[in-house]
């Protein structure tokens, strides 16, 4: 039967296409520390079996020993490079069924929605920074509809945005995903491969979230400027809350709030930004 891994990517997370490759990265904001910390966190959930975590310790353990390039690979494909729709949709008000699964549903700091031009990023805020390097990238769920609120401008009525990002992997063939970095020896480390892959399909959680059960005190969207972006000046910072009169619920694929590796959709759920420069 067709056999598929599905990667889902939750949390403060940014994501960059690298024009050269037709490859994406995807960094982890760096917020233990913070008052809201985040932890970045790996899920295995094999279809029949029992999930499983890598420990939080190991994760870390990787990045203190200066390992923060990893990358995604797919052992036994000839292909390469990650398929995505990019274009952001026309009316974030209106997600139909040909585009809800898009990628441009992701918010991107630098398009004429936001900033409208390069924000300049803190080095080292993004640890690690994992290459993608094969699969299909889409919207996975999408928020409620949310207002944009810019310093002490009145809110904006916005619209859908994506709360979680998605990529498919095909394995019918039994090819193996495989997610290493390489160490001081230059040695490729392994922190998980993936087997039998013909025979069993895989959901896998990468999220960058507060530990389970941590109260939601306040939004998270600020911990980019905070981290990342720290050049913008207060007031030209952007901020997220759901659009409360009415609430509005996307039509299809909304975020469920309840799970543990999913953050609440309004506080963090990734962006993306542009450019020649990798992210770390």
Known sequence: MP??????????????????????????L????AHEPHFLQIEIS????EPWQIPQDDLEQHIQNGNVRWQLEVEGSSRLGIEARRDKPGDRKDPRRENDRDLGWIINLENDE?????????????????????????????????????????????????????????????????????????????????????????????????PEGTPIMEGHFH?????????????????LKRHENPIIEPPRDRCLEAKKFTPNPFKCGGILVGGEEPLG
Request: glycine share 8%; with cysteine; proline share 5%.
């Open 114 to 210: 936001f900033h409208n031009q390069p924000l300049t990023r803190t080095p080292n805020a993004l640890q690690p920074v994992i290459r993608l390097k094969q699969g299909t990238l889409f919207t996975s769920c999408k928020t409620d509809s949310v207002d944009t609120i810019q310093g002490q401008h009145d809110p904006r009525d916005f619209g859908f945005i994506a709360g979680g990002i998605g990529l498919k992997i095909d394995t019918s063939e039994g090819q193996e995903p495989v997610l290493n970095f390489l160490n001081q020896q230059g040695e490729k480390v392994e922190i998980f491969r993936l087997q039998r892959t013909d025979e069993v399909s895989y959901q896998i959680s990468i999220f960058n979230t507060p």
């Open 223 to 239: 911990l980019y400027y905070d981290r990342l972006f720290k050049g913008v000046q207060e007031n030209d910072r952007y901020d």
């Open 3 to 28: 056999t598929s891994v599905n990667i889902t990517f939750t949390g403060l997370l940014v994501f960059r296409r690298d024009p050269a490759t037709e490859e994406y990265e995807v960094g982890i």
């Open 30 to 33: 760096r917020a233990r520390d």
């Open 46 to 49: 094999p279809d029949g079996r």
